[in-house]
């Protein structure tokens, strides 16, 4: 059982076109980092949370820390084929312990 | 260009034999990590260093070993490797435990 879920798992839909992906636990966490990664590179970071119900805004995207600490998404405006890549949530548990990784989500964003 | 370097990118090991992936950064980064990705599985931590001369055992440590003599440098190390161990590992630093993590290119290993 993985202590982050991510949801959709796969997600494929046209250039231009709105998209959510999902970060999910039962267990409340300090801070939830995304990163982005693309194929034969490490993940690279887009964005830190650190406050329950804080929004943060990067172009494009926008990413929401749920207020319980447990949740994240992130939205995705008028996607291009450049926002392709798989999507990963992290999150640092409370207590001190290293960062967990999610599964990522896999975005196909086609011309 | 300051970075995290791993050496080598890819590589086909023969089961039973010992192998070291090497992992460098020239940020003075405080800590640093191994990771394996595995196709749906994400990104799990093998060990971790929080600073220079400790180390510490992540989510799946079994049969693979580290050190970190220096602040620059943490080697990975199969000592005899199994074909369960075939995956992507990538080594990534941070300026301190649980801030921003850079990471390396990754290392392809295939265990035969």
């Known amino acids: 059982t993985q202590l982050l879920e991510q949801s959709p798992q796969f997600l494929s839909i046209q250039e231009g076109e709105n998209l959510t992906v999902y970060c999910n636990s039962s267990s409340v966490f300090s801070s939830l980092q995304w990163y982005r990664q693309e194929p034969g590179e490490g993940p690279v970071l887009l964005v830190t949370?650190?406050?329950?119900?804080e929004v943060k805004k990067l172009k494009r995207l926008t990413f929401q820390f749920g207020d319980a600490r447990k949740d994240s998404s992130l939205h995705i405006t008028a996607a291009q084929p450049g926002d392709t890549g798989l999507y990963l949530c992290?999150?640092?548990?409370?207590?001190?312990?290293?960062?967990?990784f999610g599964p990522g989500t896999r975005l196909s964003v086609l011309p | 260009i300051a970075g995290i370097t791993q050496a080598p990118t890819s590589q086909i090991l023969a089961a039973g034999r010992r192998m070291t992936l090497r992992c460098t950064q020239d940020?003075?980064?405080?800590?640093m990590y191994w990771y394996r990705q595995d196709l749906g599985l994400g990104l799990r931590l093998i060990h971790y260093?929080?600073?220079?001369?400790?180390?510490g055992k992540g989510e799946v440590p079994d049969g693979y070993s580290v050190s970190r003599a220096n602040t620059d440098d943490f080697p990975l190390t199969l000592a005899s490797a199994v074909p369960s161990q075939t995956s992507v590992y990538f080594c990534a630093s941070s300026y301190d435990r649980n801030t921003e993590a850079f990471f390396g290119q990754g290392t392809r290993l295939t265990v035969v």
């Open positions: 949370v650190v406050t329950g119900g």
């Open positions: 992290a999150g640092a548990p409370r207590g001190g312990q290293n960062f967990v």
């Open positions: 260093s929080n600073t220079a001369g400790t180390t």
């Open positions: 940020m003075r980064h405080n800590a």
